[in-house]
Nanobody
Framework: QVHLVESGGGLVQAGGSLRLSCAGSGFTFSNYAMGWFRQAPGKEREFVAAVSWDGGYTPYADSVKGRFTISRDNAENSVYLQMNSLKPEDTAVYYC???????????????????WGQGTQVTVSS
């Protein structure tokens, strides 16, 4: 079955960097858009970034533009989120998710995504 595993979270000081990874299995990873979302305590899960199946389209939330970079390596069945200049408000559980079907154009709408990972905690201290 489809399985996603996030890793790379941790505790970092404001201004620091982290790189999250999401490894996919059980499906043809290279055919599917992938997204990153995050959920802070008491808040809704929100869109962070996404990448199309071929890496050619990468939408970002306004709050992370210029600081975060999404990328993918289809040979490794993985998607990454490089997070620089981290702020305390970036503290959240970060989730990766697959698009719903082959070659789907990624969107920021949470309901458009199909399978989700278990999440990885990112904590940014001030």
């Amino acid at each position: 079955q489809v399985h996603l595993v996030e890793s790379g979270g941790g505790l970092v000081q404001a201004g620091g960097s982290l790189r999250l990874s999401c490894a996919g299995s059980g499906f043809t990873f290279s055919n599917y858009a992938m997204g990153w979302f995050r959920q802070a305590p008491g808040k809704e899960r929100e869109f962070v970034a996404a990448v199309s199946w071929d890496g050619g389209y990468t939408p970002y939330a306004d709050s992370v533009k210029g600081r975060f970079t999404i990328s993918r390596d289809n040979a490794e069945n993985s998607v990454y989120l490089q997070m620089n200049s981290l702020k305390p408000e970036d503290t959240a559980v970060y989730y990766c998710a697959t698009g719903p079907y082959r070659n789907w154009t990624p969107s920021p709408v949470r309901s458009g995504y199909d399978v989700w990972g278990q999440g990885t905690q990112v904590t940014v201290s001030s």
